[in-house]
């Protein structure tokens, strides 16, 4: 079965510190990966997509993401963090079809 | 635009009892989901829909129903509420599928006692 993986219940990082949140994916064929914010007591937020070409996407707020075919992954990154990036971040696999599997998140707090 | 909308943002219910969660979207979207969102779970689809008229279930449909009259509105139906769906759900919306961003709404926290 296709899934999401996110090993990371909680990351914790010192603002201005460069982030990781990391995912990894199952799937045949061409993923489509995207990155999710939740915010407290808020919808969840697109950050960004892979669908195809340059491995590296950038997404809003600062955060990029790079795609890894050989390892499956699409680690989520930020090269200094801030206090205001504390949320819980999602990863989400399109599953090959128009539904999104997501992964069961990862909380960042990002400490001052 | 006002976005995805979702109504009520909490409600409690008695075993057994049934509602109507309303959403709907004001960006002429042809894709609109339901999720449910437990702790530590993520978030698992319970519904969706292509276009006016067509639904499908998604990984946990089971006690939902949907209908889709209008490309606006996309309600999920309790029938019998059971303490198993007390949980957080969510509306979201896309133009053109999973390829596509999804817009959430804000959510309505149920707890069925």
């Known amino acids: 079965a296709q899934s999401v993986a996110q090993p990371e219940d909680q990351v914790n990082v010192a603002e201005g510190n460069p982030l990781t949140v990391k995912c990894t994916y199952s799937v045949s064929g061409n993923p489509y990966l995207f990155w999710y914010v939740q915010y407290p007591n808020r919808g969840l937020q697109f950050l960004l997509k892979y669908i195809t070409g340059d491995n590296l996407v950038k997404g809003s707020y600062g955060f990029e993401a790079e795609f890894n075919k050989s390892q499956t992954s699409f680690h989520l990154k930020k090269p200094s963090a801030l206090v205001s990036d504390s949320a819980l971040y999602f990863c989400?696999?399109?599953?090959?079809?128009?539904?999104?599997?997501f992964g069961t998140g990862t909380r960042l707090q990002v400490f001052p | 635009n006002a976005g995805v909308t979702q109504t009520p943002k909490f409600r409690i219910l008695k075993i057994g009892q049934s509602m109507t969660l309303q959403c709907a979207q004001d960006m002429n979207h042809n894709y609109m989901y339901w999720y449910r969102q437990d702790p530590g779970m993520g978030l698992k689809l319970i519904y969706y829909s292509v276009g006016a008229g067509i639904t499908d279930k998604g990984e946990v449909p089971n006690g939902y129903n949907v209908s889709r009259s209008t490309t606006e509105d996309f309600p999920l139906r309790l029938e019998l509420a059971a303490p198993s769906q007390t949980s957080v759900y969510f509306c979201a919306s896309s133009l053109q599928g999973a390829v596509d961003e999804q817009f959430f709404g804000p959510g309505t926290r149920l707890t069925v006692l």
């Open positions: 989400a696999d399109d599953h090959n079809t128009d539904k999104l599997i």
